[in-house]
């Protein structure tokens, strides 16, 4: 697939894929960030010393200043990371998005840090006849040896020895030594057992999934989607065989379904994944020439194969339909083959404040949330990608007032926009909240209000029977829990054992869904929406989404080699104008 030059956050955020995919450009980029570091400018006043071994990685948006600073061979420092002090590492060691790494920290070979993890190897004076910022600061350091996994939002203090083989469960807290093959996890850590005995052995001491308290997926899983990850990627080009039509040049959900738009975008998006490229049915200049064709230039909307163009809603967007989905669908994969649209969607730009604001309030959130967030997230989007493509996203104040709306407008209570009913209960306003944030907060990277008040409402509909009972679980409705919960942690540990708790038993659940060859099932759907229990192409876009989400949520999204970069992406969208 060609990859545009520009889109070096993918690098910063997944740089276990700068050493097979960057191109030229970026190879050069990343050379002259390590020489600032290597020179000091990048390393801060008075650095003593820098080493950078062999195809290593530094993220520029990584705030690197250390007084000494050693990276083995193939380590990398990824997004937003933290480090300072004197820091050094073995090889092949990763320090991911958001971690902190700072005072006096001594890495062996192979040890694996998961996002939003602090290892802290200093520490302040706490007598009472200074105030606290006078107090004089302390290092005892800390010491991790080989083949150590650390996962995501573990806290490791200072004067702490972490011995060779351990792993340490997700959130855990580290106050005190752990002795070579530990596995370890809590408030404050403790052993749960040794990594060499059974999983068994975890499970007969009351741990759920026997490695971490709250259920936190163990080493086990871990092994599981690792074999997973193989699997799929190795299985990927039959899937996409299975539902391509040589004589009409168009993808099918599945066989005997009609060839949709959607079916085309679905397999770019999973072509991307597994095979880091177009779909091999065409090159990737004509997947993205046929897509870009679809687009009617009189409303910037892309109608269904054979229908005719989409007749847009009083706010810009017609209220239902495949073409307000294609805004999103389309759009995303043509990002992923270098492309964009041919024109911005013009009837979004047109949109003033007041019509806005007025459709806003004419939305069914009582009874429909889903369908009125559903809504949200395609006329953002199209903003999105107007603002692309260099052109007004809306009309002026417009963009604005959606985000005042929708702040003025959460329920404090639950977090959400809509009311739970009697028939699904409070389905429609989660599912409404994933839509809706999806397209406004998440891509435009701006925090979520009420996000504790979030997690409790989507933890309380997690518990429904109508909807997560064995057999009953499909794509949408784990999807619509597990992204407000990703998202919503991202800014609070509210229950944060008890939403890792739910991903962990949904991850074990979700990889065994997966048909060899044939990918994912949407899942059972009472109203009958969605394709049903037949593997095929959005089921398993959407069940790949899922699974790196629960994975990331238990700290093991690392152990798959794919990330979300379309509809599903983690980071928020590139402002930056596409290439066409």
């Known amino acids: 697939m060609n990859q545009p030059e520009t889109d070096d956050g993918l690098f910063d955020h997944c740089p276990w894929l700068y050493a097979r995919q960057a191109t030229a450009g970026q190879r050069a980029a990343q050379e002259q960030r390590q020489k600032r570091l290597l020179g000091g400018t990048g390393a801060g006043p008075g650095a003593a010393y820098v080493r950078l071994g062999e195809g290593c990685f530094v993220a520029e948006t990584a705030a690197v200043y250390p007084e000494r600073l050693s990276l083995g061979d193939r380590s990398y420092i990824a997004a937003h990371a933290y480090v300072t002090g004197e820091i050094r590492t073995g090889d092949d060691c990763t320090i991911n998005p958001f971690t902190v790494v700072r005072g006096t920290v001594t890495l062996g070979n192979g040890v694996r840090i998961g996002a939003h993890s602090s290892l802290l190897g200093f520490n302040h004076g706490s007598s009472p006849d200074l105030p606290v910022h006078q107090q004089a600061v302390t290092s005892a350091g800390i010491t991790v040896g080989d083949d150590v996994w650390i996962g995501s939002h573990v806290v490791v203090v200072d004067g702490v020895t972490i011995g060779d083989h351990c792993v340490i469960g997700a959130g855990a ?73 040589p004589d009409t040049g168009r993808y099918v959900d599945r066989p005997g379904a009609e060839p949709t738009v959607r079916a085309h975008c679905d397999a770019v998006e999973i072509a991307a994944l597994l095979l880091g490229q177009a779909p091999p049915h065409l090159p990737a200049a004509e997947h993205a020439a046929r897509l870009r064709a679809l687009q009617d230039p009189g409303t910037g909307l892309v109608p269904e194969f054979g229908t005719a163009p989409p007749v847009p809603g009083p706010a810009g967007l017609p209220e239902d339909g495949a073409s307000a989905y294609h805004v999103l669908c389309v759009g995303y994969a043509l990002d992923l083959l270098g492309s964009s649209f041919a024109h911005p969607v013009h009837s979004v730009r047109t949109t003033t404040a007041d019509r806005l604001v007025g459709h806003l309030a004419e939305l069914p959130w ?45 329920d404090p209570w639950t977090g959400m926009w809509g009311s739970p009913t009697p028939e699904s209960g409070r389905l429609q306003m989660v599912n409404g909240y994933y839509r809706l944030t999806r397209g406004s907060f998440a891509q435009f990277g701006l925090p979520v209000p009420y996000a504790e008040r979030v997690i409790d409402t989507v933890l309380d509909h997690a518990r429904d029977p109508r909807h997560f009972a064995p057999g009953r679980e499909n794509a949408c409705n784990v999807l619509d829990v597990i992204h407000p919960l990703w998202l919503c942690a991202r800014q609070t540990n509210h229950r944060s054992e008890e939403a890792r ?13 997966w048909h060899p060859g044939r990918g994912f099932a949407f899942g059972p759907a009472p109203d009958g929406s969605g394709p049903g229990r037949d593997p095929g192409l959005q089921g398993t876009e959407m069940w790949l989404a899922i699974v790196w989400l629960l994975a990331d949520l238990v700290g093991l999204a690392d152990v798959l080699g794919y990330r979300p970069r379309g509809i599903h992406r983690p980071e928020p969208a590139p402002a930056a104008a596409g290439t066409a």
């Open 173 to 245: 807290v580290v106050t005190k030594d752990l002795p070579a093959w530990t596995v370890a996890a809590g408030n404050p850590a403790r052993r749960i057992r040794d990594r060499r005995e059974p999983r068994e052995a975890g499970r007969r001491a009351g741990v759920p999934g026997g490695v971490a308290s709250g259920g936190v997926a163990s080493g086990g899983v871990a092994s599981e989607l690792s074999v997973f990850d193989r699997d799929v990627r190795a299985q990927a080009a039959d899937l996409l065989d299975r539902c391509w039509q």
């Open 366 to 410: 009582h009874d429909r949330a889903w369908h009125a967030g559903a809504w949200v997230d395609s006329w953002a989007t199209a903003a999105h990608w107007n603002r692309r493509l260099g052109t007004e996203a809306a009309a002026p104040g417009a963009l604005e007032a959606l985000f005042g709306w929708l702040h003025t407008h959460a």
């Open 501 to 513: 708790s739910w991903a962990s038993a949904q991850l074990t659940g979700a990889l065994r869904r």
